[in-house]
Every structure is written in C-alpha cells, then in structure tokens.
C-alpha cells in the first residue's frame, strides 16, 4: 500500500510546489530563471525528466545559465546518462570558476559524482564483458577437445584420448588462471598518488590551481579557503584569487587518473 501511495504523494507536492512557477512561467515564458527555480524544485521530488525539460527550455534562453548546467547534470545522472551528465558538470564547473560563484564546491562535488559513476558503470560492463569472454573461450576448449578425443578413439587408442584429455585440463586450469589473476589484479589494493591530493580537502584533485610558491590546490578549496582567510595556507602570506594560475599538466594527470580509477572519488 505505501509503494502505490507514493506517486500520488509525489503528484500533490509537484502540483503545490511547481504550480505558482507553472503560471509565472506561462506570464513570462522568456525569463529563464523561472525554468531553473522550477527545476530546482523537481530535481528534490526526483522528476528528473521533467528537470531535464526545464533546464533545456532555459539553455535555450540563457546557454550559459550555470544552474541549468547544474540541476540538468544531476538530472541526467540519476538517469545513467554519465557521459552527457558529466559534461554538463563540466560545463557549470567552468561558469563557477570563471565567476568565483560560491556553488564552485557543491558543483566539483557533482563532477566527481560523475566521474565515479561513470567508472563504476564502465567496471560493470567490463567484468561482465570478461566473464562472457571466460565462459566463451572455455566453451569453444571444451568442443575442441572433444572432437580431439573422438579422433583419438576412432584412430588411436584410449591411451592417446587419455593424453587429450589431459592436455584439455592443464589449459582449462590456465585459462580459469589467467582470467582469475586479471580479476585480482583489479581488485588489488588501491592507492591514490600524492600529486593528487589537495591538501586542504585530501580528495582529488579536479581543478587544480597553482599559488605564487608553486603549490597546488583544488580551486574550490582554496578559493573556500580564501573567503575566509585572504592568506596563502602554507607560508601565511597574502594572497588574492587573482593571483592563482590553473595548472593544466596537473589537471590532465588527475582527469586520467580519475577515468581508470574512478573508485578514489571516496578515498
């Protein structure tokens, strides 16, 4: 009974909470934010289609609406559309840091939802496309052998089929073998590379900007870090947003280590 009763619950606060945007929106079809305020509130009800459908109204407006870039990549990942929802993260991220907005944190945050999703997905098509391959290759030894001891039978002797089927089994061992060793090799321990690691929140890196000594941090970080104390966090000394440099080697580094290690978003 609670299972069917929760669309109908859904419904009514949809109804309440979207209706007053409903007739803004149908007042003033052009004002962009309107489309974002209302996505705002279906993104909280897990509407993500109907999210999707307000931040595309709102592109169309605005293309550099930052929240529309926001909500429509947390839309389209509870969808599973990891690739088109990281962009999206992408695309908010760079608006954020262009601006210095105070939402730089709480979007790095998505963009490494996204990230580690779309490498889990990644991981489980590609166990699955090793177990289909394990069972593949070990069908097609199976065949082969057998066919192998028929011959033996029909043209040699028991003892030659003995010897076949011996051979049969020392490769059914090594390909179960190999295919084990690749699986452990996967799930070997996991360490995460100094260089990575931003030493105000200790996670990875996304953004990394440089300071005038040559240490790097994750932008959203230091800027946080910046609002609150305009001082470099390791010599004390001054310093301003503006003195900041991307560091772009450290940035493609991280963005490749994060797309075969997706699981270090949690370290």
């Not at 601006?99 to 990230?115: P, Q």
């Not at 166990?127 to 290759?137: D, I």
Request: include cysteine.
């Amino acid at each position: 009974m609670a299972k069917k009763s929760r669309p109908e619950k859904k419904s009514k606060e949809e109804t309440k909470g979207t209706g007053r945007s409903l007739k803004v929106i149908i007042a003033d079809p052009q004002n962009a934010t309107l489309y974002t305020n209302r996505a705002m509130a279906r993104l909280k009800l897990g509407l993500w289609d109907s999210v999707i459908a307000d931040c595309e109204a709102c592109l169309a407006h605005d293309p550099s609406s930052m929240k529309a870039h926001y909500y429509m990549s947390q839309a389209l990942l509870a969808i599973g559309a990891h690739g088109a929802a990281l962009q999206h993260a992408l695309t908010a991220h760079a608006h954020c840091a262009s601006k210095n907005d105070k939402s730089l944190g709480a979007v790095t945050a998505v963009v490494l939802r996204c990230k580690k999703e779309g490498w889990e997905h990644k991981e489980k098509l590609r166990a699955r496309e090793a177990q289909a391959l394990e069972r593949e290759v070990l069908a097609l030894l199976a065949r082969d052998s057998s066919h192998s001891v028929d011959a033996a039978l029909e043209y040699g002797s028991a003892l030659e089929a003995d010897d076949v089927r011996e051979e049969a089994k020392r490769k059914k061992d090594q390909i179960r073998d190999i295919f084990e060793r690749a699986r452990a090799d996967a799930e070997r321990k996991r360490e995460v590379p100094e260089w990575a690691i931003d030493d105000i929140s200790f996670g990875v890196m996304v953004d990394p900007v440089i300071t005038k000594t040559g240490k790097s941090y994750e932008r959203a970080s230091i800027m946080e870090h910046l609002r609150r104390h305009p001082s470099d966090p390791l010599t004390r000394e001054p310093l301003l947003p503006s003195e900041l440099r991307p560091n772009l080697a450290l940035r493609q580094a991280c963005n490749e280590f994060l797309e075969q290690n997706g699981w270090a978003v949690d370290w």
